[in-house]
Nanobody, 129 residues
Framework: QVQLVESGGGLVQPGGSLRLSCATS????????IGWFRQAPGKEREAVSC????????YYADSVKGRFTMSRDNAENTVYLQMNSLKPDDTAVYYC??????????????????????WGQGTQVTVSS
């Protein structure tokens, strides 16, 4: 079992920034790939970004490339999603998730791919003036 706890969501104006955090365990970081997903009302789940251990590569959805950055602090067992230049279309509930393997296909397939094994409870991000 891998526990994931998101925080950092909120209300921000267009063009603003937020940093989401996903606290997990040492075991989770060492044995699973971690990704960020989002789902807006009436829309399908979207894979925002994910990190593949074997490749050592972080993948991003085209919709956030250049604006969002995923990082991790191994000492704190925490994964972050720095979101800059936010747009109203970024409004959604953001989840971090863990699976044995995530990668390029994860961000391409989106909701067509099987959902990851473990999920956090989600944090709301609202971009509005």
């Amino acid at each position: 079992q891998v526990q994931l706890v998101e925080s950092g969501g909120g209300l921000v104006q267009p063009g603003g920034s937020l940093r989401l955090s996903c606290a997990t365990s040492r075991f989770g970081l060492d044995h699973y790939d971690i990704g960020w997903f989002r789902q807006a009302p009436g829309k399908e789940r979207e894979a925002v970004s994910c990190f593949n251990h074997n490749e050592g590569v972080t993948y991003y959805a085209d919709s956030v490339k250049g604006r969002f950055t995923m990082s991790r602090d191994n000492a704190e067992n925490t994964v972050y999603l720095q979101m800059n230049s936010l747009k109203p279309d970024d409004t959604a509930v953001y989840y971090c998730a863990a699976d044995l393997t995530m990668g390029r296909n994860t961000v391409i397939a989106g909701s067509s791919a099987p959902p990851p094994l473990y999920w956090g409870q989600g944090t709301q991000v609202t971009v509005s003036s």
